[in-house]
C-alpha cells in the first residue's frame, strides 16, 4: 500500500500542467521569487506552467524594474516565459494600483478572475504564493 508521501510523488510525476497564482509583490517578500523559481524549475522539468498575478503580485510584470539589492523579478518572469509560461495578470488589481495595461510586459495577458478559473480548471495543479 502506498503512503501519503509516496502518492504525493506520484502525483507529481503525473503532473502535466500547473498554475502558480502570485500574491506578493516582488520586492516586499521573497514570495514572488520564490514563485518563478519555482514556474522555471517546473517548465524544465517539461510541465507546463500559468502564471497568474493578483493583488501586489501584478507589479511583477511591471516594466522599468531596477532593483539594487535584490534578483530582478521581470528578469525571472521573462526567463519563464520565455521557457514557455503564460501569464496573466488581474484587470481589476492593476487599476487599483494605477497601472496600465502598456505599463506591463508585453506577454502579460490583462484578464478577470474568469481567466483564472479557466487555468484551474484545466490545471492538474494549482499554487496560491
Given amino acids: 500500500m502506498?503512503?501519503?508521501f509516496s502518492n504525493q510523488i506520484l502525483e507529481l510525476k503525473n503532473l502535466k500542467k500547473m498554475t502558480i497564482v502570485i500574491s506578493s509583490g516582488p520586492y516586499t517578500h521573497e514570495r514572488s521569487y520564490t514563485a518563478l523559481r519555482l514556474a522555471?524549475?517546473?517548465?524544465i522539468e517539461?510541465?507546463?506552467?500559468?502564471l497568474f498575478l493578483v493583488e501586489d503580485g501584478v507589479l511583477v510584470a511591471h516594466k522599468g524594474q531596477e532593483p539594487k539589492e535584490y534578483a530582478n523579478a521581470l528578469e525571472w518572469l521573462q526567463r519563464a516565459i520565455d521557457e514557455g509560461a503564460k501569464v496573466r495578470v488581474c484587470g481589476i488589481c492593476i487599476k487599483g494600483r494605477g497601472i496600465?495595461?502598456?505599463d506591463l510586459i508585453e506577454s502579460a495577458e490583462v484578464t478577470?478572475?474568469?481567466g483564472l478559473v479557466d487555468w484551474i480548471k484545466e490545471s492538474d495543479q494549482t499554487i496560491w504564493i
Fill in 112 to 114: 478577470t478572475m474568469e
Fill in 40 to 43: 522555471l524549475t517546473s517548465l
Fill in 46 to 50: 517539461g510541465i507546463d506552467v500559468n
Fill in 2 to 4: 502506498l503512503t501519503s
Fill in 100 to 102: 496600465k495595461p502598456e
